[in-house]
């Protein structure tokens, strides 16, 4: 059996004190740790973080390409004379990438039939097949504008080819880049509504996601209980939660304004309200990890907590107090959260202790 080396000491340790109890014999003890190998190099950690870093150099490279002056006049000079030369139409073109990311899904779902442990890798394979039905469908925007500017049902389009794929091809992965789609194409859709205007039905763009941020956290509890689509429940969960607390943070700060001369003009008391929300939303999720020892619930909780109080920090002491002192608060709540950290993780291991004295 070949465990990491964190694994193996803990397996080890367990043995060695289930032999010192008698639990099992000496022979048992030492056939089992015959059988332990460790590896000597996490080599699936190397290639989780790999493939994330990966992907993430890839979107900035293709970022970084589109919006160098230089790349784009070289690549739309290289367009245009690939269009001369294979007179390709902009529905032509939508069909090709939507053929391309087809072949690269349907190969992806090949290798992962015979390399299911390869997680990673297959799921990297899908992000090809992600970008080139990204790429289908501006082709298809193009090929259908109209001039009317109601790009939101491109992006909506997105959203139901990735939720589909995600859910028929159980990936994570595409299942994320639907919710991530579904979020800007809900952004772009109410801005169209308003004429990009800052407020749709009495609300700015933070105070919108507030609320889908809360929908799509409820509709995440919904697939908890459908055997069908519970894998999906957590990614749903953790993407409903960003949306919401990063919406409440930046509703904190901005309140619900039009505009910057709007919330320039407000006194900071103004913005009190939202603050408290905030705060107390933060509490609730904490409530509700405590209660049900959901990790992810606590997480939350305590991560925007933190950033509220952090951000309320920075709001009210940064013109008014020296930025020595400022620094030097910082230092100290620091210190203080981490030696407490520090003490309640100390408590944990010597209970923990005394509880396998007393038990042996």
Sequence with gaps: MRLSKKRTRIVLEAVDT????????????????????????????LARYSFLVAIICAVISVVALLADDWILAWLERIGKLLERILLLSDAVRS???AVLSAAVIFLGL???????????????????????IAASIAFLGRAIDDGSGHFSLLILLAAVVYGILGAALESILIWVFGLLSIGAWFGAETGYESGWGAYYLGMAYPMRFVFFGFALTLASLLMK???RIRFLFPATRVIGLLYLFIALWILSIWGNHQGYDD????????????????????????????????????????????I???????????????????????????????????????LKSRQQTKGDEKAG
């Design 308 to 346: 509220n109080l952090y951000t309320r920090f920075f709001e009210y002491c940064w013109n008014g107090l020296h930025k020595g002192v400022f620094f030097a608060v910082l230092a100290v709540s620091f210190w203080f959260i981490g030696s407490r950290a520090e003490a309640i993780w100390t």
């Design 263 to 306: 919330w320039h003009r407000a006194a900071q008391y103004e913005l009190l309200h939202w603050a408290i929300l905030f705060g107390a939303a933060s509490g609730v999720c904490i409530y509700l990890g405590l209660r049900h020892d959901d990790g992810v619930l606590r997480g939350f909780g305590l991560t925007f907590l933190f």
């Design 225 to 227: 209980n459908r055997p």
């Design 18 to 45: 289930l032999a010192s109890e008698q639990v099992i014999d000496a022979a048992t003890a030492g056939r089992i740790r015959c059988n332990i190998r460790p590896w000597k190099f996490d080599w699936r950690r």
């Design 110 to 132: 090949r290798r992962r039939r015979q390399h299911p442990e390869k997680l990673y890798s297959n799921e990297g394979g899908f992000f090809l097949g992600v970008l080139g």
């Design 95 to 97: 069909l090709a990438c």
